[in-house]
């Protein structure tokens, strides 16, 4: 007979909490509340009446407050029958969250703000906002602490375009009588087209770097398999060579393991710097995002200036990044005009191979003497004696300072290094 009374504990919670209610009190028209529950709500009501929140009754005076100790020992006893581990893990706010305005001792985690009653509510405490009438036209927001204006203390309903700050609507026909002002909604709405427009080119921008590094990923794997295919020829061609050219078969092999060891270096950078860049940018638009998400128009438009700019922002070159020669070609056939030297010519081909691997900016260069007719600015005036420096370096072409003709233009490959200093006229 006792556990029927128990059977539906619901009947028990106090109807502005939502919680078993703590040193219950009956007002007059028979409703029951936690005592500090049906105080609070009385201290808040804004209309100056005192009334019953379920059925609405009107008191002339405020009742007092008895506890009810019959209905305090049930709830008592329904306590300790009910298990713990069936009520709701409350939400605690923890440090940096908004906490509800209406939790006494420990603080939950407020869910929303009201801009009419500038508070903010817990899941509990904001269940009268959904059933009352007069507090469901209120207007309800993701909770946050609603910033107000401090000379007036009002709510920042409009926005000063001449001064670029919110204000509130004393502030419009106050200090800042004569300016340009809009409502909040209004400049947020203006300012969210840019900032959206602002986005759609930090994505395209990061989709133009995730391309290119795509690419470089790309050239870099066919560069690496071309490597290995140079290597396996050389290796297969060296095989057929006799004793006394081995140590020029192995002196090739090192020299393209070391190529392909200076393209991967530089490769790896542009890399990072691609991976850096995508990183930034998407950073810049999880910013956006998060400000774009936001429902709070004074938030938005404080916050708005701070947001990155497209115009503004910071962009190193796009470079691509190509290998200098193709191993598999060119040495194969270089391989074979050694099989057809003898040990005396191996050392000097060698070196004329891969002399232009190593040329650099500032280099003093010369054309190649195997090269009859260079393919840019060949004439009387530079010749296979003329010396000049390297001023700059593509992936394919210089171009070169010779005394005789500035800014000359030649392919990479035509060229080789002067080292000798007799060698520079």
């Known amino acids: 007979m006792a556990m029927s009374v128990f059977r539906d504990g619901d009947q028990y ?6 919680d078993l209610m703590k040193d219950p009190v009956t007002i ?15 201290s808040q009501d804004q209309i100056g009446t005192t009334r019953c929140p379920q059925c609405r009754h009107e008191f002339p005076t405020r009742p007092a407050l008895n506890k009810n100790t019959m209905l305090a020992e049930i709830l008592e006893d329904l306590r300790t029958t009910t298990s713990q581990s069936s009520r709701p893990t409350l939400a605690f706010a923890h440090r940096g969250e908004v906490e509800c305005d209406f939790c006494t001792g420990v603080k939950l985690r407020a869910v929303r703000s009201c801009l009419e009653c500038r508070a903010a509510y817990c899941e509990t405490h904001l269940q009268p906002h959904y059933d009352f009438p007069a507090l469901q036209r209120h207007k309800l927001i ?6 107000m204006c401090p000379r007036h203390d009002r709510l920042l309903e409009a926005f000063c375009r001449t001064d670029n700050t919110c204000i509130c609507m004393s502030c419009v026909v106050d200090e800042h009588k004569g300016h340009d002002t809009v409502s909040s909604a209004a400049e947020r709405d203006q300012k969210q087209v840019t900032l959206q427009a602002n986005k759609h080119k930090f994505v395209e921008k990061r989709k133009e770097k995730e391309k290119e590094l795509h690419e470089l990923r790309k050239a870099t794997e066919a560069h690496a398999q071309s490597t290995q295919e140079s290597v396996e020829t050389t290796q297969l061609a060296c095989s057929s060579l006799t004793m006394s050219i081995e ?3 192995l002196e090739v092999i090192e020299r393209i393991r070391a190529q392909e060891g200076i393209y991967k270096d530089r490769s790896l950078d542009l890399q990072e710097q691609l991976e850096l860049e995508i990183a930034i940018l998407m950073g810049q638009e999880e910013l956006m995002d998060k400000l774009l998400q936001t429902e709070d128009h004074v938030y938005f438009l404080q916050n708005f200036e701070s947001m990155p ?3 503004g922002a910071e962009e190193l070159p796009s470079q691509t990044f190509k290998p200098p020669v193709s191993f598999s070609d060119d040495v194969s056939n270089m391989v074979s005009e050694f099989k ?3 040990e005396i010519f191996c ?3 060698l070196e004329n191979m891969f002399a232009h691997f190593h040329i650099k900016v500032g280099d003093r260069v010369r054309v ?19 010396v000049g420096v390297v001023k700059y370096i593509s992936e394919e072409s210089v171009i070169i300072d010779f005394p005789e003709h500035k800014n000359w233009k030649g392919l990479l490959s035509e060229m080789e290094r002067v080292t000798a200093p007799d060698e520079s006229e």
Do not use: D
């Open 309 to 311: 700019s497209p115009s």
């Open 13 to 18: 919670n106090c109807s502005v909490c939502l």
């Open 247 to 249: 140590k020029s078969c």
């Open 142 to 147: 993701v909770a946050t602490r609603i910033p």
């Open 347 to 349: 050392k000097q081909e």
């Open 340 to 342: 057809a030297k003898l």
């Open 28 to 42: 007059p028209c028979g409703h029951s509340y936690c005592m500090s529950c049906i105080e609070a709500y009385w």
């Open 368 to 386: 190649k003497s195997s090269v009859s007719t260079p393919k840019f600015n060949w004439g009387h005036i530079v010749t296979h004696e003329s």
